[in-house]
C-alpha cells in the first residue's frame, strides 16, 4: 500500500492541455506548412512537410499530409480523416490515417486569421507548429514556443523543417 501512495506522490501532475474554445473548418482548411515538430518515427528525415485540411460531406475533414525525404528527395503522402468527437470541444480532433487507430489533434492555439496555429497531443509527445506560409515570422514562433515550454512540451527537442523543395526543383530546370 505504501508503494502505491509513494509512486502517486511522486508522479509530476500534468496539466490539462488547452485547446482553442472554437474552430471555423472552414477557415482552418487548407495547406499548412510545418514550421517544426517533436519528432516521430512517421515524420522521420521528412522536410517541406505539408498537411492540406478538406472538409467532406460526411462532416469528417480529409487530410493529406506530404513531405519529401531528405535522403533521396523522393515525395511522400498519406491520407487520412479527422473528425471532432465533442462537439463542446472543437479544437480537439481525433485523426485517423490506419483505422481503427486513431490520434489527437488538439489546437491549442490559432490566430484570428488563420495563418498560423499550434497542435498538440495531451501526452506532450507530439507538437506541431503550422503556417499558411513556408516560412514563419521569428517573434511569433518564439511566443508559440514559449507557451509550449509553459504548456510542458519539450521545445530543446522541437526540429526546424526546411522548406526548400521549390528551390531545389527550380535549379533543375
Known amino acids: 500500500m505504501m508503494i502505491v501512495f509513494a509512486a502517486l506522490f511522486s508522479c509530476k501532475a500534468r ?5 482553442v474554445k472554437d474552430l ?4 482552418y482548411s487548407g495547406t499548412w506548412y510545418e514550421i517544426v515538430r517533436m519528432p516521430s518515427s512517421f515524420e522521420k528525415n521528412l522536410k517541406c ?4 485540411y478538406t ?7 480529409k487530410v493529406l499530409n506530404r513531405g519529401v525525404k531528405i535522403s533521396s528527395g523522393k515525395s511522400e503522402e498519406i491520407t487520412g480523416s479527422a473528425k471532432v468527437p465533442d462537439d463542446d470541444f472543437p479544437g480537439r480532433l481525433k485523426v485517423t490515417f490506419f483505422w481503427p487507430f486513431a490520434g489527437n489533434y488538439y489546437v491549442i492555439e490559432c490566430a484570428d486569421d ?7 497531443d495531451p501526452s506532450r509527445k507530439y507538437l506541431w507548429v503550422l503556417n499558411r506560409e513556408a516560412q514563419m515570422d521569428e517573434q511569433k514562433l518564439g511566443d ?18 526546411a522548406h526548400d523543395c521549390a528551390l531545389e526543383s527550380e535549379k533543375t530546370e
Not at 15 to 19: A, F
Not at 24 to 27: F, G, L, P, Q, R
Not at 55 to 61: H, R, T, V, W
Open 49 to 52: 512537410v505539408t498537411a492540406t
Open 15 to 19: 496539466q490539462e492541455l488547452p485547446t
Open 55 to 61: 472538409p467532406m460531406e460526411s462532416g469528417k475533414i
Open 114 to 120: 488563420y495563418s498560423w496555429a499550434m497542435v498538440g
Open 144 to 161: 508559440r514556443l514559449k507557451i509550449a515550454a509553459e504548456l510542458g512540451f519539450d521545445v530543446e527537442a522541437l526540429e526546424y523543417i
Open 24 to 27: 471555423d473548418i472552414s477557415k
